[in-house]
């Protein structure tokens, strides 16, 4: 994904490389904090008492995150960066209350991004064009949010889309797409690991994720800025 972001940002010189990472890291903190926060949130809306017991109904990343995951991020760009201690059956509504609390996870970080672009829109051009920090870190959350909302849609074990799609599935075809939960989480390494090994431009998270994040992206910042 940081291919992506940089990919969207553009070319950079030293100096806007290390407000990138740093922006990088700041936008990392508020996608996982408020995307684990709505997991929690909604879980609990949902019947579930785990998230209030555990002190998670809060915004503190402290409580969200999963370090040695989100370091991971920083370092090779994956990672688990937090975690929510829902679960179905403890809800009201096992499968569409489960479905709500799952799905509240990625589009909070659409909601980030699409907040972001309304506050370019309010600063204005402007007031941006002279202050490249600024629009940096912005450019940056609404990105970062952006690619953490489509990763999280992918239907691949243990990523959120595919317990959404478990949600969603009637209960004899759930039962056939929990028997084969493994496979998918093989073909998730599978994947993952070729984005590692092979060129840039040939990633395969990028090419399933790449051109929808790039429509996302442009659009929310197009908006922003009035073009």
């Keep these: 994904m940081l291919l992506l972001l940089l990919q969207q940002i553009g070319n950079l010189t030293p100096i806007e490389l290390f407000t990138f990472m740093i922006a990088l890291l700041i936008a990392t903190l508020i996608g996982m904090t408020v ?11 949902m019947g579930d008492p785990n998230p209030a017991r ?9 409580v969200h995150i999963y370090p040695a995951g989100f370091l991971m991020f920083l370092i090779i760009g994956f990672g688990i960066l937090g975690t929510a ?23 909070s970080n659409l909601l980030i991004a699409c907040v ?18 600024l629009f940096l870190f912005l450019r940056v959350i609404l ?11 992918l239907p691949l074990f243990p990523i959120d889309g595919w317990w959404m799609v478990l949600s969603l599935l009637p209960a ?19 994947l993952l ?35």
């Design 85 to 107: 201690p829902i679960a179905a059956h403890r809800m009201r509504n096992p499968r569409w209350g489960y479905l709500a609390a799952v799905a509240a996870g990625p589009f």
């Design 172 to 190: 004899d075809l759930a039962h056939q797409w929990e028997r084969h939960a493994q496979t998918t989480q093989y073909v998730f390494i599978g």
């Design 35 to 45: 995307h684990e926060f709505a997991h929690n949130y909604v879980g609990h809306l």
């Design 193 to 227: 690991f070729l984005s590692f090994a092979l060129p840039a431009g040939m990633s395969p998270f990028g090419l399933i994720i790449g051109q929808p994040f790039n429509y996302i992206a442009t659009l929310l910042l197009r908006f922003g800025l009035g073009i």
């Design 143 to 153: 990105t970062v949010n952006v690619g953490l909302f489509l990763f999280n849609l």
């Design 116 to 133: 972001v672009a309304v506050i370019i829109r309010i600063i204005g051009v402007d007031t941006l064009v002279g202050n490249d920090t």
């Design 54 to 62: 555990q002190g998670r109904l809060t915004l503190n990343p402290l």
